[in-house]
Antibody
Framework: EVQVVESGGGLVQPGRSVRLSCLFSGFIFNNYGMHWVRQGPGKGLEWVASISWNSGSIDYATSVKGRFTISRDSAKNSLYLQMNSLRVEDTALYYC??????????????WGQGTTVTVSS | AIQMTQSPSSLSASVGDRVTITCRASQGIGNDLGWYQQKPGKAPKLLIYAAFSLQTGVPSRFSGSGSGTDFTLTISSLQPEDFATYYCLQDYNYPYTFGQGTKLEIK
């Protein structure tokens, strides 16, 4: 059974940093690209960042480029999002998400339960 | 970035109705489009991938069609558990972009 455990969210002041983590199990983590998707309070879904199976390809939404860093540790079956220079508008529920297939373009089939980041003074 | 225009933004329907939601991409994306269902307080769930492929475990009343720029999600006969918010997502290139969402409510 595929399982995902997210952690690391909380209340953080503007300009500060926080690191989100996701631990995956039940599939071969090294085979799949991973993503972070967020959802602001009462808002729609926003794709944030992605990382390929071997970390060779990384992409970011314009809104977070230069402030957020996505990474993965295959030995720990874990995905991370380092969030620096946080802004009030980064307040959201953050989901870690798995590519359905070994190549992009086939959907995102496993979603974490979400971890909340609230940026406020 | 590719813009995804989803319509309608909200929809009232009754159990048993046939419902259609559309997404239009600002440029061609081949078949690289998925549909997701989100219920309150829950993570999104993949329903359709690659425009028309049904995700394992998803009821056959859900179907997807389209290619290029115009895509459709159809629910053939609404069930009580289908009332939720639906999103399209283009995974053709980065940055991936979602539609604005369609809230499907009970009439």
């Amino acid at each position: 059974e595929v399982q995902v455990v997210e952690s690391g969210g909380g209340l953080v002041q503007p300009g500060r940093s926080v690191r989100l983590s996701c631990l995956f199990s039940g599939f071969i983590f090294n085979n799949y690209g991973m993503h972070w998707v967020r959802q602001g309070p009462g808002k729609g879904l926003e794709w944030v960042a992605s990382i390929s199976w071997n970390s060779g390809s990384i992409d970011y939404a314009t809104s977070v480029k230069g402030r957020f860093t996505i990474s993965r540790d295959s030995a720990k079956n874990s995905l991370y999002l380092q969030m620096n220079s946080l802004r009030v508008e980064d307040t959201a529920l953050y989901y870690c998400v798995k590519d359905k297939a070994a190549v992009p373009g086939y959907g995102l089939d496993v979603w974490g339960q979400g971890t909340t980041v609230t940026v406020s003074s | 970035a590719i813009q995804m225009t989803q319509s309608p933004s909200s929809l009232s329907a009754s159990v048993g109705d046939r419902v259609t939601i559309t997404c239009r991409a600002s440029q061609g994306i081949g078949n690289d489009l998925g549909w997701y269902q989100q219920k309150p307080g829950k993570a999104p769930k993949l329903l359709i991938y690659a425009a028309f492929s049904l995700q394992t475990g998803v009821p056959s009343r859900f179907s997807g069609s389209g290619s290029g720029t115009d895509f459709t999600l159809t629910i053939s006969s609404l069930q009580p558990e289908d009332f939720a918010t639906y999103y399209c997502l283009q995974d053709y290139n980065y940055p991936y972009t979602f539609g604005q969402g369609t809230k499907l409510e009970i009439k």
